[in-house]
């Protein structure tokens, strides 16, 4: 059995390959893929084959895939560009005649209208029509869209957005990775579709109300429209075509786009999620 890891030089494809590794998955039968090998010299010196794969370049991917059984997808993270992207690693993978293609795809994709699921939902399309078979991971938010922001906000003391009092089941990227992982590794998982996200959904003001608790710090939440928080963002280098995407989906998490009841992450992954407060304690420790 050969998995190849699109992806597997950014950071959720890192954590999959160390989930492979951790279940004692064979190294040698792992394909780490990534626009540069030179990113994926360490799991190289682990036994791991990796390869550079471009999903821009067919042939790039048809090389890869050479002889592996599963690929996890991996989108990518070119937004407007996506859909033709994962296009040439669909065909690729029925040229190859793969047994599994598992996508990550983002939660509640069939009724979500936040912008950034437009190329997931095409994608999984994509899939449909296919005729390979495949998984899908609608993974929800990762807790590190916040805890990587952590320096900022406790330097302004507030925490600013536009998602309201909406609830977001985020989880770790660690977390989302062990799914992966499990699904790659269990046999029957043709047609399988999770929906995936943290066992406790929070607000903002919870969110804030937690790095004060953990920091001792006064931080409170600063709810403003979608164009305001989109020129905030802008302002701190977030390239504006983006940062309108990113305003947008905190539009989705005000309506619950991005809220995930059932569990299932829990499921796959035999344990509770990461919790927030577990999240924002080790990233302050990393700090
Ligand atoms: N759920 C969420 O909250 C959330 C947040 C952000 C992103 N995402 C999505 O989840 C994906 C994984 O998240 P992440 O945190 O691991 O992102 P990341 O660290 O930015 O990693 C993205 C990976 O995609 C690869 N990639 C991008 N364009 C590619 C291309 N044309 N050909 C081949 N590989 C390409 C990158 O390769 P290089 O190393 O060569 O750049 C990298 O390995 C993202 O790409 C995005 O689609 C989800």
Redesign the pocket.
């Known amino acids: 059995m050969r998995i190849v890891i699109?992806?597997?030089?950014?950071?959720?494809?890192?954590?999959v390959v160390e989930a492979l590794l951790e279940h004692n998955f064979p190294a040698s039968s792992i394909v780490a893929?990534?626009?540069?090998v030179d990113?994926l010299a360490d799991f190289a010196a682990r036994g791991v084959q990796v390869k550079t794969?471009?999903?821009?370049?067919p042939a790039s991917v048809a090389a890869a895939f050479q002889g592996a059984d599963k690929v996890l997808l991996?989108?990518?993270?070119?937004?407007g560009?996506?859909v033709e992207?994962h296009r040439n690693v669909i065909e690729a993978a029925k040229a190859e005649g793969m047994k599994l293609v598992v996508y990550?795809s983002?939660?509640n994709v069939d009724t979500t209208g936040m912008k950034l699921a437009a190329e997931h939902h095409a994608t999984e399309t994509l899939l449909q029509d296919s005729g390979v078979p495949f998984a899908l991971l609608r993974?929800?938010?990762?807790l590190?869209?916040y805890t990587e922001q952590l320096p900022g906000t406790l330097a302004q003391g507030t925490l600013v957005g536009s998602a309201g009092d909406g609830r977001v089941s985020?989880a770790s990227?660690a977390d989302?990775a062990q799914a992966a992982a499990a699904v790659l590794t269990t046999d029957g998982q043709g047609g399988k579709v999770y929906e995936l996200g943290g066992d406790h959904a929070f607000t903002m003001v919870e969110l804030a109300a937690e790095i004060s608790a953990a920091t001792g710090e006064p931080v409170t939440y600063q709810d403003m429209p979608a164009a305001d928080y989109a020129r905030v963002l802008a302002g701190a280098g977030v390239p504006e075509a983006f940062a309108d995407i990113l305003a947008d989906s905190d539009l989705g998490i005000a309506r619950g786009d991005l809220l995930v009841p059932g569990g299932e992450l829990q499921k796959l992954i035999g344990r509770p999620t990461t919790t927030l407060a577990q999240a924002v304690r080790s990233a302050l420790a990393a700090i």
Request: charged residues 20%; without cysteine; aromatic residues 10%.
């Open positions: 699109t992806g597997a030089s950014g950071q959720l494809g890192r954590h893929t990534g626009r540069s990113k794969m471009d999903y821009t370049n991996i989108s990518g993270s070119e937004v560009q996506r992207q990550t983002i939660a993974n929800g938010w990762y590190e869209n985020a990227r989302y």
